[in-house]
């Protein structure tokens, strides 16, 4: 799926760690990434309309766990931008959620992301996109990525973006076995190896959450296996934090999904 903006609309790609190397934990408990970012033509979707308070609809097939309404990053990022902008204009949002939930995917990043484009596009206060991405970052250590949506480099926590070679156009089937899978866990698992920097070569790379993720929840080497035997892959690994895990493909083979389980065939921005 995809939908170019009109103007009360805008797409929020899902994310993907093409490779995400952690390197060590930082002073201020946080850890030191190394991760490439890349964006999909699978996404929700975020509307809104002037209104006299901000609110938010969500519908969909995810919408039933998105969690509370008040706790929804559209509506912080809205608050947010509102007081960097000075606009006193409001609107209503409603959220189609399509990308699952606690997933690594960035759901709710690319939420507050497409609500940042959308409303400086609708309010004209013409921040900047280095603007956004500064205003995202406080946010969510991904949402300034997710307001670039487009494949970088993102270091620190991920905050600190870089620019990287295209993958634009690279079929990638994303599959999930309908498990979530907590980020702050993952990262408490994290063996406290440094096993290097990410290279030039993405493929030659590796998704250092992947065993904590395993230990968590170990269907996600049945999905991994599963991928890998399709035919024409050219890369399984695990996404983010997961369990959503993805493969690769020059061309996109025809497959059966596992009962039970979630997956969309989509294309790299």
Known sequence: MWHLPNSDSE??????????HVRHRMDDGYHALETLFAFTRFGDLLHAHPADGWSL???????????????NLVLRAARAFA??????????????????VAAGLGGGSADAAAALRLLNRMTGAGLVQSDLEVLGATLGADVAACVRAQSCIGLGRG????????????PILLVNPRV??????????????????????????RNDLEPPALALQPVIAEVLAWLQTLDGVTLARM???????F???????????????????????
């Open 11 to 20: 797409p929020a790609p899902a994310k993907i760690n093409l490779a995400l």
């Open 57 to 71: 609809q969500i519908d969909g097939p995810m919408a039933d766990d998105a969690g509370p309404l008040e706790e």
């Open 83 to 100: 007081a960097a902008s000075g606009t006193a204009q409001m609107f209503a949002f409603r959220l189609q959620k399509h990308i699952p």
């Open 159 to 170: 905050e600190i973006l870089r620019p990287a070679e295209p993958v634009s156009g690279l």
């Open 180 to 205: 979530a899978v907590p980020t702050g866990p993952v990262f408490r698992g994290w063996d406290g190896i440094d096993r290097g920097p990410l290279g030039s070569d993405f493929r030659a790379a």
């Open 239 to 245: 996404s983010g934090s997961g369990a959503t895990c």
């Open 247 to 269: 493969a690769l493909f020059d061309r996109m083979p025809d497959f059966a999904l596992p009962a039970g389980w979630w997956g969309e065939a989509t294309t790299l921005l």
